[in-house]
């Protein structure tokens, strides 16, 4: 494959599963003539219609962490461009993730100076400011997909050029070197391929982060 193309990819700071395949996917754009373009989507959001069938633990989660990292990248992007999208979640996510701070309220505050942006980002985690247009990030993405996944979503061109969007790849550790390499290739073979839906198998294992 010779001909640059663009993956659209939908995250949520706070997912570990989400996380994993933005890494294998910043080792695929090194590996392959790739570029990826991030975007938000909010599992708050995906879930506020659920919340009475959630597990006591994962409401309460939803209600009063999840609305702050997707808010503070939201505002860095319409305040300082798409460009800044990819280096904050990437300091997000080694803080929440990889350092196990988790989505807390310093977690944010230490990603916003590892990514070289304004501390005063932290203050939209409260706000509803732009909260349409992160609703409509997450409407875009999911649009893509249905209401019944979540997060990752990435979207590649398909059959005939037309854009082509899933679920995943949900996948523990993120794949390195070779490996990555060949996971986009058959990411791309089953995009290509009229009418395929979906390859599923339950998870035995946890995030593994190293």
Not at 64 to 70: I, M, R, Y
Not at 187 to 206: D, H, W
Request: a negative charge; aromatic letters at 10%.
């Amino acid at each position: 494959m010779s001909e640059r193309i663009t993956a659209d990819f939908w995250f949520d700071p706070m997912c570990p599963w989400a996380w994993l395949t933005s890494r294998w996917m910043l080792e695929v754009e090194r590996l392959r003539p790739v570029d990826v373009r991030w975007h938000v989507m909010s599992l708050a959001v995906l879930n506020e219609d659920k919340l009475d069938e959630l597990p006591e633990e994962y409401r309460e989660l939803l209600g009063s962490q999840a609305w702050g990292p997707v808010r503070v990248v939201t505002a860095a992007r319409l305040l300082h461009g798409e460009d800044v999208v990819g280096r904050l979640y990437t300091a997000l996510g080694t803080r929440f993730h990889n350092e196990g701070m988790g989505a807390t309220r310093e977690a944010v505050a230490a990603a916003l100076r590892d990514a070289d942006l304004p501390a005063s980002l932290l203050e939209y985690a409260d706000r509803d400011t732009y909260d349409a247009e992160l609703r409509a990030s997450h409407k875009e993405g999911i649009g893509k997909v249905g209401e019944d996944v979540g997060t990752p979503v990435i979207a590649v061109p398909g059959p005939g050029g037309e854009e082509v969007a899933f679920f995943g790849p949900v996948v523990t550790p993120a794949p390195r070197g070779e490996a990555a390499a060949r996971l986009w290739d058959g990411t791309l073979l089953v995009a290509s391929t009229p009418g395929f839906y979906e390859i599923k198998r339950t998870r035995t294992a946890g995030p593994v982060f190293g």
